[in-house]
């Protein structure tokens, strides 16, 4: 079955300390994406970033970087130097399929809580 | 501005009593989404299209239809709205997925439906 899980339901962090959200997913297609989005109090959705299955380098986006463990299969969010702002739910996304049929498979989402 | 617009933005309605939330966006974007959020479930997809006159069921389509008459436009109806179909609901598109482009979705501001 494809599936994502993250297992952490909410999470605190002191102001710039760095935070691991973990995610792990389960597919059997060997092609596939994995995604970070990042839903504020306000409710809009935020593309964080992305993560191909072929990629060798970890992926990186200013303070965010994905830790990509493909054995494992496992692709957590890391956060840098925690900022208020990033108080929000994280949810960790999956592609599967390509080219004419593909869909995101959402995880159950984690909230941060950045303490000043 | 490159966006995904869904109306109503909130709605209040009673069992059984039609609706439709329409969703439009101005990317050219051959795929598009509806999810719906529960908290503790994160997102579910419920329809999707890969294109005009191409649509597929998610994971959770009971209660609801979609069409795609153009490309820019996906509505969501709910022909017979029941108090478990109380939700916040999203619609989403894309590129289609390539060597290029990620299939990265981009999220309408959701719209937040409650059935009596």
């Known amino acids: 079955a494809q599936k994502i899980t993250q297992t952490q339901p909410g999470m605190f962090v002191q102001e710039k300390e760095a935070v691991t959200l973990d995610c792990t997913y389960d597919?059997?297609?060997?092609?596939?994406?994995l995604f970070w989005y990042k839903q504020p109090s306000s409710g809009e959705m935020i593309f964080l970033i992305y993560?191909?299955?072929?990629?060798?380098q970890n992926a990186t986006e200013g303070r965010y970087s994905l830790n990509f463990q493909k054995a494992r299969k496992s692709a957590n969010l890391v956060i840098s130097a925690s900022q208020l702002g990033d108080s929000a739910m994280y949810f960790c996304?999956?592609?599967?399929?390509?080219?004419?049929?593909?869909?995101?498979?959402f995880g159950s989402g984690t909230r941060l809580l950045v303490r000043p | 501005e490159a966006q995904v617009t869904q109306n109503p933005r909130y709605l209040i309605t009673v069992t059984g009593k039609k609706l439709t939330v329409t969703c439009s966006q101005n990317?050219?974007?051959?795929?598009m989404s509806w999810y719906r959020q529960d908290p503790g479930l994160g997102l579910r997809q419920i329809y999707y299209?890969?294109?005009?006159?191409?649509?597929d069921k998610g994971d959770v389509p009971e209660g609801y239809k979609v069409s795609r008459k153009e490309k820019r436009n996906f509505p969501l109806i709910l022909e017979s709205p029941s108090p478990n179909q109380t939700s916040l609901y999203f619609c989403?598109?894309?590129?289609?997925?390539?060597?290029?482009?990620?299939?990265?979705?981009?999220f309408g501001e959701g719209s937040r439906l409650t059935v009596l």
């Open positions: 597919t059997s297609d060997q092609s596939y994406g």
């Open positions: 993560q191909g299955s072929y990629d060798e």
């Open positions: 990317m050219n974007h051959e795929y």
């Open positions: 996304a999956m592609r599967v399929g390509m080219d004419s049929s593909y869909k995101l498979i």
């Open positions: 299209s890969m294109n005009v006159e191409v649509t």
């Open positions: 989403a598109s894309s590129f289609e997925v390539t060597q290029f482009l990620t299939g990265e979705l981009f």
